[in-house]
């Protein structure tokens, strides 16, 4: 095992985004003992977060790491220097490539075909520089058709997992989502090209990875593409609890299993489990 990637929210981070809270909300060391079975046995651990990349530079930097992967896979940071995965979409003259995004009219286009059941992630949504970070919960479908429709299929809105579920409020987010439907789950919206798995299978390929060295692990969808790229996958046990849904893409899937536990203890138990068997 040479390499471990993996996701921030709902995954080594407990809830509230914190390393040393466990799934029951109390202290815990899980997440900092997965890191350090992976010191001990000389594995990399690279993050593959959707957060934007001053976040996940501040993560990396707190656990040592010198190459993570930023906005749901559109930006790979490898020992420093940044390489944009956007299918040749970059910061120009004509903005960044938030700012070329909403000049198309792709964010006001999916804002107006979803009202009530879409909305900006705030505060999280601000100073991104590719994705548009919605919540809610529509048909993904439905939101890839619209989007061709207007000769915008250049793009395309991801799912990376639920926020909330009904009845829980959004702290801070002055959102009544929650009012509305049952999950509430984040979108990004992002540059066709991009995504969390070829993220991973680029830095795999600077590095001189072989799939069966690495493994992944997260919560939601777009971390699961991974499999594809990875020997296996874990997905922590929260995933299921807040999203029964995910039992029918993992069914008969190869290469993904279900840790027994969630949150950072689910990492570790990734981690060992591994370690252990390799």
Not at 79 to 86: A, K, Q, V
Not at 162 to 179: E, F, K, P, Q, Y
Not at 203 to 225: F, P, T, V, W
Request: proline fraction near 3%; include cysteine.
């Amino acid at each position: 095992m040479r390499c471990l990637y993996v996701d921030l929210d709902g995954t080594l981070l407990g809830p509230g985004g914190s390393l040393l809270r466990s799934g029951d909300g109390r202290f815990g060391l899980d997440a900092v003992r997965a890191l350090q079975a992976c010191a001990r046995a000389d594995v990399e651990v690279v993050i593959y977060s959707g957060r934007r990349q001053e976040s996940v530079f501040d993560v990396a930097r707190i656990i040592g790491q010198t190459s993570y992967i930023f906005e749901l896979g559109c930006g790979l940071v490898l020992d420093g220097e940044l390489e944009w995965l956007t299918g040749g979409i970059e910061p120009s003259e004509a903005g960044t490539i938030y700012e070329q995004i909403t000049a198309s009219g792709a964010p006001e286009l999916l804002l107006e075909a979803f009202a009530g059941q879409l909305e900006y992630h705030t505060p999280w949504s601000i100073r991104r520089e590719v994705s548009h970070l919605f919540r809610g919960q529509i048909d993904l479908g439905e939101a890839a058709e619209l989007l061709r429709g207007h000769g915008l299929n250049w793009l395309r809105l991801v799912e990376n997992g639920i926020i909330a579920a009904h009845g829980v409020s959004l702290v801070g987010s002055g959102s009544g989502l929650t009012d509305r439907v049952d999950r509430v789950y984040a979108y990004h919206l992002i540059p066709a090209a991009s995504s969390k798995a070829g993220a991973v299978a680029r830095h795999m390929q600077n590095r001189g990875y072989g799939s069966q060295e690495c493994i992944a692990a997260g919560d939601s969808r777009e971390d699961l593409e991974a499999a594809d790229v990875v020997g296996s996958f874990w997905l922590v046990a929260n995933a299921l609890e807040r999203d029964p849904t995910l039992a029918d893409d993992i069914a008969g899937r190869p290469g993904v299993r279900v840790a027994s536990a969630g949150y950072g203890a689910g990492v570790y138990e990734a981690v060992v489990s591994t370690l252990a068997e390799r």
